[in-house]
Structure formats: structure tokens, C-alpha cells
């Protein structure tokens, strides 16, 4: 399949014509079919970006590089999707980018230096206990 194959296939199961799938890429209807047609040798990046954020798919399944229609964040949902407690967390870590710059500070470190990080997160906790009453 190629990639005007991937665009027709994604646009007919989102129920999108080539003019609403254009107004979402903003693109003219024609450039659509263009592509999908395949007289577009090269699409331009931010318009892949574009197209496949308005498509719901991964960049990399529209260029052909891969299979896998879903983006990372589907697949993770996806595999986690039965367990509501790890789902609520994935939903709060991509919202919070505080979250997401612990978690990148602290990945490189070792088991025993985590465990010192837990215990002063617990401090911090304590005192804010304290605090509130």
C-alpha cells in the first residue's frame, strides 16, 4: 500500500470527505486528491504532521515505514486500557509536564538512588500533613 493508498484508506474510515480532511490539513480538496492519487512525489513534512494528526495515525504509518496505524500513545493506551488506576496515571503524566520532567530525571538513576528521592517525597508529604491541620 502506498502512502495516497494509506490517505484515501484513513480519510474513508474517519468518514471524512477530501474537502473536510483538507480544511483539517489546510490544504485545498485538490491537493487531497492529489496526493491520494499519487501525483504528489513528495509531501511536504509539516503537511505528513498535519495530515496524519488529523488522520489520528502515526506519521511513520502514512510514510509507509511502518504497519502499525496507531500512534505511541495509542499503543500505550491501548495496552493499558484494563487497568484504570495505571490508565488514570498515563492520562495525568501526559498532562502534567512537571511529571514528565521527573520521570526523565530520575529514569537514569539506580534503584537504591530512587528509594532516597521516595523517602524525601514522603518528608515533603509529611509537612504538608502537618500544615493542613
Not at 40 to 65: F, K, M, N
Amino acid at each position: 500500500m502506498n502512502i495516497g493508498n494509506r490517505i484515501r484508506t484513513q480519510r474513508i474510515l474517519k468518514d471524512f470527505t477530501q474537502k473536510q480532511l483538507a480544511e483539517l490539513v489546510n490544504v485545498s480538496p485538490q491537493v487531497i486528491s492529489n496526493w491520494e492519487r499519487g501525483y504528489t512525489p513528495v509531501i511536504p513534512h509539516d503537511d505528513v504532521v498535519r495530515l496524519a494528526d488529523a488522520l489520528g495515525i502515526s506519521p511513520a504509518y502514512l510514510l509507509c515505514e511502518t504497519d502499525i496505524s496507531e500512534t505511541p500513545e495509542q499503543q500505550i493506551e491501548s495496552a493499558i486500557n484494563d487497568d484504570a488506576d495505571l490508565l488514570e496515571f498515563w492520562h495525568e503524566l501526559k498532562k502534567r509536564d512537571d511529571l514528565q520532567l521527573l520521570f526523565k530525571q530520575v529514569k537514569p538513576l539506580s534503584p537504591k538512588s530512587i528509594k532516597k528521592i521516595i523517602k524525601v517525597i514522603k518528608v515533603i508529604e509529611d509537612e504538608e500533613a502537618m500544615e493542613d491541620l
